[in-house]
């Protein structure tokens, strides 16, 4: 019996050493370790601790733009006194700013002087000697002289002629004509305080077929030049003064 005991006391060190060689293969266990820090790229930044993770843009206040109808054929000499606006056509099927003021240049007045050129302020083509719808002026409105398209003085000197390329008593304007047309009386109408019965054809003021049967004469008459909505008049006029004015008309 007691030979038994010795020999388990013996082989107790042969257990305690596997046991410890055995602990000490299993890898360190880390109980209640820091979580590492994320590792970032350089190219992207590190949050603030603290701070949101989404931001709203700022609002920013921006002041409309102030838009007015623009008007190209704003002459630079000193502006005549407008009152009226005539309308002509040329009765041929072609015709220009060229061709016209050569036809005039060799016409008289009543008193025999040699006209200065073409009487006409404005010309709109047709697509035959000026492209279609295309509008020039002429000197006379570049330097703001009295036209020679009326037959009548008053006409003549506080009329703005406008003269479209065509035959109306044969047939309308071209689609660009009459949205050239009507564009430019609106802006003149606008410019210069001008009543839609103040647009006149020659007839009106002429013993005359110009310009046209087929002339729309009352739907050109009426043009407005309207603002653009959305803008905002310029610091120091009513933004309401020109649609008042249309309305009025």
């Given amino acids: 019996m007691k030979g038994i005991i010795m020999c388990c006391v013996a082989m107790l060190p042969a257990f305690e050493i596997s046991g410890c060689t055995q602990r000490n293969s299993l890898p360190p266990v880390a109980i209640n370790s820091p979580t590492p820090a994320p590792q970032y790229s350089p190219q992207v930044a590190k949050p603030v601790p603290g701070a949101p993770l989404f931001t709203t843009p700022p609002t920013i206040a921006v002041e409309p733009l102030a838009i007015e109808p623009q008007n190209p054929w704003k002459p630079e000499a000193e502006v005549r006194d407008w009152e009226y606006i005539v309308i002509h056509h040329t009765a041929s099927t ?12 060799k016409k008289k ?17 047709n697509g035959n000697g000026m492209p279609d719808g295309s509008i020039e002026s002429t000197f006379r409105w570049r330097e703001q002289m009295h036209g020679a398209h009326a037959g009548d003085n008053k006409y003549n000197q506080h009329g703005i002629g406008i003269c479209l390329v065509g035959n109306f008593e044969n047939e309308p304007p071209s689609d660009a004509q009459l949205a050239a047309v009507k564009k430019l ?9 001008i009543s839609s019965d103040h647009v006149q054809g020659h007839r009106d003021v002429k013993a005359t077929a110009c310009p046209g049967k087929y002339f729309p004469m009352s739907e050109v008459a009426s043009s407005i030049d309207l603002p653009v909505y959305g803008a905002t008049s310029p610091a120091g006029t009513n933004p309401a003064s020109k649609m008042e004015l249309a309305a009025q008309k």
């Fill in 94 to 105: 072609t015709g220009s700013v060229e061709s016209i003021h050569e036809l005039h240049s």
């Fill in 109 to 125: 007045d009543k008193s025999g002087n040699t006209w200065l050129g073409i009487g006409y302020h404005f010309v709109i083509g």
């Fill in 185 to 193: 009386v609106g802006v003149l109408k606008a410019e210069y305080n």
